[in-house]
């Protein structure tokens, strides 16, 4: 993976450059309570299949409370965005990877979404990598993901990661991807 880490400009988020297979640069940083209108954008953009895919269904309207689960980012979830600047220079959101902690307080389960045209060019991998490493810092023992039995896009990332993949007994257009962090 090729990044380098730098203190954010507010001194407290560390943030990630990393080059994509394509050559586009992204920024990757924990999320914070001011990134919402970044995220309402990028999940307005996105394509039906892509919603379909990370919402399990898609969703309407972007809700403000949609918008305050996805930006908390407390002991028991965390979230990156990723950011990149648009052809005037303003940064926009181009991919964001959250999770949250089950009750039991040893697994979490985690999510993607990376706008349609940043698919492809490794950005899913970063973030899930992301992911991975705040999942092994706060000390749980696996992370995991449900996914459509259909989404070939995670299935690949999550394999190259070390995900185990097992289809769900009781509905077989799912499946749970899983990685057991100790």
């Not at 297979?21 to 892509?50: F, H, K, M, T, Y």
């Not at 996805?70 to 990723?82: C, F, K, R, S, V």
């Not at 706060?138 to 993901?145: A, H, K, R, T, V």
Request: proline share 2%.
């Amino acid at each position: 993976m090729t990044g380098s880490k730098n203190k954010h400009a507010n001194g407290d988020l560390y943030s990630t450059r990393y080059t994509l297979r394509d050559g586009r640069q992204v920024l990757i940083r924990p999320v914070c309570s001011s990134d919402g209108d970044l995220e309402r954008d990028l999940i307005s953009g996105l394509s039906a299949d892509s919603s379909r895919m990370r919402f399990l269904g898609g969703i309407g309207q972007v809700s403000k409370q949609l918008m305050k689960i996805l930006t908390d980012n407390d002991p028991q979830h965390e979230a990156y965005i990723a950011l990149a600047e648009d052809e005037t220079g303003n940064e926009r959101a181009v991919g964001v990877a959250n999770f949250a902690c089950d009750p039991d307080g040893h697994s979490c389960e985690c999510a993607v979404v990376v706008a349609d045209e940043w698919q492809n060019a490794g950005l899913g991998k970063h973030l899930l990598h992301e992911l991975i490493e705040a999942a092994r810092d706060d000390g749980l023992d696996e992370i995991y993901s449900i996914e459509s039995a259909g989404n070939n896009a995670i299935d690949h990332v999550a394999r190259e990661l070390g995900f185990d993949c097992h289809a769900d007994p009781r509905d077989y257009t799912m499946v749970r991807y899983s990685l057991h962090l100790r």
